[in-house]
C-alpha cells in the first residue's frame, strides 16, 4: 500500500495571509493526487485532483490553487486566507487503476 | 439527489453486538466500493474495498455489494470500543471518488 505525508500537522494562519499545505507520496509511482476539505461532521468536498506532473482538475472555484511540481508531490495554495477556508485538509493517492484511495493524516487549517 | 446517500447516525450499540453500515448510490457506472474508517481528528483509513456484487470478508469486517439495488454495506461482528469511529462509504467512476457523509458508530463497554 501508500504512504502519505502531509504537513504541518495543524495551522492556525490569520485572515488575508498566504497558505502552502504540502502532501509527498510513497510507495508508488504515476498515482492519481487528490485534495480534499472535510468540514466538521461534514463529508468530504472534492477541491483538485492531478492525474500527471503539471495537470491540475479543478471542482469547486475558489480562491485555493493546486499544483504537481513532481511525481510524487501536491501542494495545496492562497494567495490570501478567508474565514471560510477553515477546515482539515486531506491529501489522497490512488493508484494508475484507480481501484481505491489512500489518505494522508490531514491537516487542520484554522483561519482567523 | 446525492451521488451516494449514508445514514449519518450515530448508531450506538453495545460491545460484542453486530453492526450494519449502509449506503446506497444512484449511479450505475460505479466501479469499486470502499469502506473507510475514521477516527476523530484523523485521516480516513481504508478497511476494505470490492468490485463485485457478493460477500468479502476480513476478520470481524464482511463488506457486501448488491449492484442491482445498488446498495452496499459493512456487517462488523463482535463489535468493539475500539471500533467507535466514523465510517464512510465510497464508490469510483474511473478517476474520481464519491464519498458518503458517514456514519458515526459508538460501541459502548
Known amino acids: 500500500s501508500q504512504t502519505i505525508h502531509q504537513w504541518p500537522a495543524t495551522l492556525v494562519q490569520p485572515v488575508g495571509s498566504p497558505l502552502s499545505l504540502e502532501c509527498t507520496v510513497e510507495?508508488?509511482?504515476?498515482?492519481?493526487l487528490y485534495w480534499y476539505r472535510q468540514a466538521a461532521g461534514r463529508g468530504l468536498q472534492l477541491l483538485f485532483y492531478?492525474?500527471?506532473?503539471?495537470?491540475i482538475s479543478s471542482e469547486v472555484p475558489q480562491n485555493l490553487s493546486a499544483s504537481r511540481p513532481q511525481d510524487r508531490q501536491f501542494i495545496l495554495s492562497s494567495k490570501k486566507l478567508l474565514l471560510s477556508d477553515s477546515g482539515f485538509y486531506l491529501c489522497?493517492?490512488?493508484?494508475?487503476?484507480?481501484?481505491?484511495?489512500?489518505f494522508g493524516p490531514g491537516t487542520r487549517l484554522l483561519v482567523l | 439527489q446525492k451521488e451516494v446517500e449514508q445514514d449519518p447516525g450515530p448508531l450506538s450499540v453495545p460491545e460484542g453486538a453486530i453492526v450494519s453500515l449502509n449506503c446506497t448510490y444512484s449511479?450505475?457506472?460505479?466501479?469499486?466500493f470502499m469502506w473507510y474508517r475514521q477516527y476523530s481528528r484523523k485521516g480516513p483509513e481504508l478497511l476494505m474495498y470490492?468490485?463485485?456484487?457478493g460477500n468479502k470478508e476480513d476478520g470481524r469486517f464482511t463488506a457486501q455489494v448488491d449492484k442491482s439495488s445498488k446498495y452496499i454495506s459493512l456487517f462488523i461482528r463482535d463489535s468493539q470500543p475500539s471500533d467507535s469511529a466514523t465510517y464512510l462509504c465510497?464508490?469510483?467512476?474511473?478517476?474520481?471518488?464519491?464519498f458518503g457523509s458517514g456514519t458515526k458508530l459508538n460501541v459502548k463497554p
Open positions: 510507495g508508488t509511482s504515476n498515482p492519481n
Open positions: 470490492t468490485y463485485s456484487s
Open positions: 489522497a493517492s490512488a493508484g494508475g487503476g484507480a481501484e481505491t484511495q489512500y
Open positions: 492531478s492525474v500527471g506532473i503539471g495537470q
Open positions: 465510497a464508490m469510483n467512476n474511473f478517476n474520481k471518488f464519491y
Open positions: 449511479n450505475s457506472a460505479f466501479q469499486y
